[in-house]
T-cell receptor, first 111, second 113 residues
Framework: SQKIEQNSEALNIQEGKTATLTCNYT??????LQWYRQDPGRGPVFLLL?????KEKRKERLKVTFDTTLKQSLFHITASQPADSATYLC??????????FGGGTRLMVKP | DSGVTQTPKHLITATGQRVTLRCSPR?????VYWYQQSLDQGLQFLIQ???????AKGNILERFSAQQFPDLHSELNLSSLELGDSALYFC????????????FGEGSWLTVV
């Protein structure tokens, strides 16, 4: 069956460091992958989309990589700030074109 | 503000009851999606509509139903409610059906007591 796995344990890092979050998937051949940010009690907010023929995508302090051989995406936040603390979700298009989300990884950036 | 409006924001109801959650998509968006988020299940896709037609179905219970109206707003109906239905229900919208950003509303908190 199709699976999207994100580290369910919270990631704690110090302000100014680079945060790296991982998304692994199995039994998917996604045309693209998306990353979202979710704050407690709020709706997810779209951050970045990367297509299967793109190795890397950047937006300000964010960088996403997509390795279709490893079936993995890495999400990096450079020069992290306490305001970056949130849960980050990766999402793939699955069967029937429905967007399926991973369980998310909670990031805590300490000042 | 994503432009997706959901009502009500909070709802408390008893087991066995029926509720309707309402969603207005962003202006110009034809696709509407419903997701359920509970603590132990994460964000679960329920159903998608595109321009009034059902497009994709996820893990939606038979007690739940949805529709999209000609003005593109959507309703999610939850009936014979059980305690386990307590969750945050999100509506999202996008311009088309794939390869697009989807925009989420702020959710409707449902508590079944």
């Amino acid at each position: 069956s199709q699976k999207i796995e994100q580290n369910s344990e919270a990631l704690n890092i110090q302000e100014g460091k680079t945060a790296t979050l991982t998304c692994n998937y199995t039994n998917y051949s996604p045309a693209y992958l998306q990353w979202y940010r979710q704050d407690p009690g709020r709706g997810p907010v779209f951050l970045l989309l990367i297509r299967e023929n793109e190795k890397e995508k950047r937006k300000e302090r964010l960088k996403v990589t997509f390795d279709t051989t490893l079936k993995q995406s890495l999400f990096h936040i450079t020069a992290s700030q306490p305001a970056d603390s949130a849960t980050y979700l990766c999402a793939l298009v699955g069967a029937g074109n429905m967007l399926t989300f991973g369980g998310g990884t909670r990031l805590m950036v300490k000042p | 503000d994503s432009g997706v409006t959901q009502t009500p924001k909070h709802l408390i109801t008893a087991t066995g009851q029926r509720v309707t959650l309402r969603c207005s998509p962003r202006s110009g968006d034809l696709s509407v999606y419903w997701y359920q988020q509970s603590l132990d299940q994460g964000l679960q896709f329920l159903i998608q509509y595109y321009n009034g037609e059902e497009r994709a179905k996820g893990n939606i219970l038979e007690r739940f139903s949805a529709q999209q109206f000609p003005d593109l707003h959507s309703e999610l109906n939850l009936s014979s409610l059980e305690l386990g239905d307590s969750a945050l229900y999100f509506c999202a919208s996008s311009v088309a059906t794939e390869g697009n950003t989807i925009y989420f509303g702020e959710g409707s908190w449902l508590t079944v007591v």
